[in-house]
T-cell receptor, first 115, second 114 residues
Framework: AAGVIQSPRHLIKEKRETATLKCYPI?????VYWYQQGPGQDPQFLIS???????DKGSIPDRFSAQQFSDYHSELNMSSLELGDSALYFC??????????????FGEGSRLTVL | GESVGLHLPTLSVQEGDNSIINCAYS??????FIWYKQESGKGPQFIID?????DKRQGQRVTVLLNKTVKHLSLQIAATQPGDSAVYFC?????????????FGTGTQLKVEL
C-alpha cells in the first residue's frame, strides 16, 4: 500500500540558509500535517492543511511557512535556519474531518541538520 | 494547559512477558486517544486508538484502557517480543473542522530483554 512520501530524507544546511521539505500524502488523503521532533523529544505539531487551506496552526516559527498544492502534496519552507531547527520533520496525512477515526499516517521523516 | 505525558521514560521487560505502558492526560475534551510506536529513525506508526466514550479496546496482542475518572491511559502488550522494542507515544486527538489535532505525550522507551 502507498504510504506518505517525504523528501529529502536527509538535508544539511548552514545557519541562515533556507530549506524546503516536501510531502506527498497517501492517495485520496486530503489533509496533511507537519510535525517537528527534536532528539529524544515527542513530535510537536507545526501546521496542518485540509483541502489546500490551512486548517490548524501549532508551534510553527514565523520563519517557517507551508502550503498544500492542488495535487494535495505539501511543502514546508524554512528560512533563516538556526541551529535549533535541527530535527526530524514528519509529515502525516489523513482523510478529512468526519471521515477518519483519528488515525494519522506518518512518513519516514526528513532529517534536517543545521551547521 | 493541555498536556499529555507518560509516567516512565524507560521500561524493560523480558521476552514473553506482558508490558504495560502508562500515560496521563489533562485535556478531557479529546475525542480519541491513540498509541503510536516509533522505531529508531522511522516515523510514528499507529498501533491502536480508543474513542473517548469507551474504556477498553483490544487489538492483536494489544489492549488500550482508558480511565476518564483519573485521566489515565494505558497500553498493554501481551507476550512482548523483541520486535516490540521501540518508543511508544500516547497522543490525544481532538477532531476539528479541519481534520485532526493530534498532541503527543512524552515517549516511553520499551526495551525487550532476551
Amino acid at each position: 500500500a502507498a504510504g506518505v512520501i517525504q523528501s529529502p530524507r536527509h538535508l544539511i544546511k548552514e545557519k541562515r540558509e533556507t530549506a524546503t521539505l516536501k510531502c506527498y500524502p497517501i492517495p485520496r488523503h486530503d489533509t496533511v500535517y507537519w510535525y517537528q521532533q527534536g532528539p529524544g523529544q515527542d513530535p510537536q505539531f507545526l501546521i496542518s492543511f485540509y483541502e489546500k487551506m490551512q486548517s490548524d496552526k501549532g508551534s510553527i516559527p514565523d520563519r517557517f511557512s507551508a502550503q498544500q498544492f492542488s495535487d494535495y502534496h505539501s511543502e514546508l519552507n524554512m528560512s533563516s535556519l538556526e541551529l535549533g531547527d535541527s530535527a526530524l520533520y514528519f509529515c502525516a496525512s489523513s482523510l478529512g474531518p468526519g471521515r477518519t477515526g483519528g488515525e494519522l499516517f506518518f512518513g519516514e521523516g526528513s532529517r534536517l541538520t543545521v551547521l | 494547559g493541555e498536556s499529555v505525558g507518560l509516567h516512565l521514560p524507560t521500561l524493560s521487560v523480558q521476552e514473553g512477558d506482558n508490558s504495560i505502558i502508562n500515560c496521563a492526560y489533562s485535556n478531557s475534551a479529546s475525542d480519541y486517544f491513540i498509541w503510536y510506536k516509533q522505531e529508531s529513525g522511522k516515523g510514528p506508526q499507529f498501533i491502536i486508538d480508543i474513542r473517548s466514550n469507551m474504556d477498553k479496546r483490544q487489538g492483536q496482542r494489544v489492549t488500550v484502557l482508558l480511565n476518564k475518572t483519573v485521566k489515565h491511559l494505558s497500553l498493554q502488550i501481551a507476550a512482548t517480543q523483541p520486535g516490540d522494542s521501540a518508543v511508544y507515544f500516547c497522543a490525544e486527538n481532538k477532531l476539528t473542522g479541519g481534520g485532526n489535532k493530534l498532541t503527543f505525550g512524552t515517549g516511553t522507551q520499551l526495551k525487550v530483554e532476551l
